[in-house]
């Protein structure tokens, strides 16, 4: 905002009456969550700041103030833009099927720009959110069931899916089903659709997995039944794991002594197993003390949705809360070995640029729910 701006009668009151109305709690706990990752990335380094740590402190900074500047943004714009954001974002992942696609790790999934590379599944997480909270809003839980009004939310939530699992990226398709089947359910839908639904997709998955799958995603979900029967091969990362998160006992091995990290016999400890290294420092007490922050990130996030008075805000806010929430859960169970890896981040505690800004960005939608809470919105849904 302007200086000129900021001189007109009240303008400096409406903006102190926005700062106001941040919620500085969950701003207080992002900010602990994020500098604990910053410190267990200094540690998995071997007591440096390069070449991880220092990076995801700065990009934190960056992305926080993002997110303040996008909480004092009127959830109308928002409104606004949720087709043309999940528009965008379909848009991005089209092109990674093109040349300007990344390969990478036995995967496409990224866009070289040159300057930069970014992965346009993370965008949609956000972009599928907003448009579903749109299509919504207005919406009774009568109309929210009804079989032809389910067509155009399937269509949101599949289109992505099929892409993002062609790439292959079988974790940011799960997120993104799972989150849009989690907003389906918020916005209304009986459980007369969603028992049927739960049904047949418990009888596809096998055959999905047996015939469906890439090989590679095949052997995980087979290894995640039984890691011990390839233990230096396909078991190697679930039991490297188990042994760092089970050697963390009560109170932990100390701050930068986990021999699993350091020694480097976790693999990709600075990313999708960084828990299991957090675990292995911080035992018991520690795990559970970061999952309570989490915890209590989750229920600010959803009581934050339930003071909204529009529909658009309620869903939006929690279906960024429920992307989250998913974040944690499937990290969780795949370094504990409750669940195949499939390559979900710790949000803010892996290193990973584009995860925590597309983070960040969602809860900078919380915020200007937050904030923006007793906005006035058109009625009904609309296709712009």
């Known amino acids: 905002m302007t200086a000129s701006a900021l001189s007109r009668p009240g303008e400096r009151e409406r903006v102190s009456t926005k700062i106001g109305q941040i919620d500085w709690r969950l701003t207080a706990l992002l900010c602990v969550v994020s500098g604990t ?16 740590a220092a990076k995801h402190l700065i ?14 943004i ?7 833009l949720a ?8 848009f991005l992942l089209a092109l990674v099927e093109t040349p300007l696609g990344y390969h990478a790790l036995g995967a496409t999934r990224w866009l070289d720009l040159g300057f930069t590379r970014i992965q346009p599944s993370e965008i949609m ?18 109309e929210a069931s009804l079989h032809w009004k389910l067509i155009f939310p399937v269509g949101i939530i599949g289109l992505p899916f099929l892409l993002v699992a062609h790439q292959p990226d079988l974790g940011s398709a799960m ?7 989690a907003m389906m359910f918020v916005a209304g839908l009986s459980w007369r659709i969603i028992l049927p639904l739960i049904l047949a997709a418990a009888v596809l998955v096998p055959p999905y997995v047996m015939f469906g799958m890439h090989d590679y995603q095949r052997h995980r979900v087979l290894t995640f039944l039984n890691p011990e029967a390839d233990m230096s091969d396909k078991g190697y990362q679930i039991v490297q794991s188990k042994i760092a998160m089970g050697s963390g006992g009560p109170l932990g091995r100390g701050f930068g002594l986990g021999s699993q990290s350091q020694l480097e016999f976790l693999p990709e400890r600075q990313t999708d197993f960084i828990f299991a290294a ?5 035992g018991f007490i520690g795990t559970f003390t970061l999952l309570a922050c989490y915890a209590a990130i989750i229920l600010i996030s959803l009581r934050i949705a339930s003071l909204s008075h529009s529909h658009f805000g309620r869903l939006a806010a929690s279906g960024v809360t429920a992307t989250f929430a998913l974040y944690v859960l499937i990290n969780g169970a795949m370094v504990m070995g409750l669940a195949p890896v499939v390559g979900v981040p710790m949000p803010l505690l892996s290193y990973g640029g584009t995860v925590m800004l597309t983070v ?8 200007a729910t937050r904030v923006h809470r007793y906005a006035e919105l058109p009625k009904g849904h609309g296709l712009i």
Do not use: D, Q
Request: hydrophobic share 60%; glycine share 14%.
């Open 175 to 181: 997120l993104i089903g799972m989150t849009g089947a």
């Open 37 to 52: 990752g910053a410190l267990m990335l200094y540690s998995v380094a071997g007591g440096s700041w390069s070449p991880w």
């Open 278 to 282: 957090f675990a292995e420092e911080f």
């Open 74 to 80: 009127n959830i109308r714009y928002w409104f606004a």
């Open 83 to 90: 087709y043309p954001i999940y528009g965008m974002a379909l």
């Open 125 to 142: 997480k956000i972009g599928v959110v907003l448009a579903l909270a749109r299509w919504y809003h207005g919406a009774s839980a009568k």
């Open 59 to 72: 990009r934190f900074g960056m992305c926080l103030a993002l997110m303040l500047m996008l909480s004092m």
């Open 360 to 367: 960040m960005i969602g809860f900078g939608l919380v915020m």
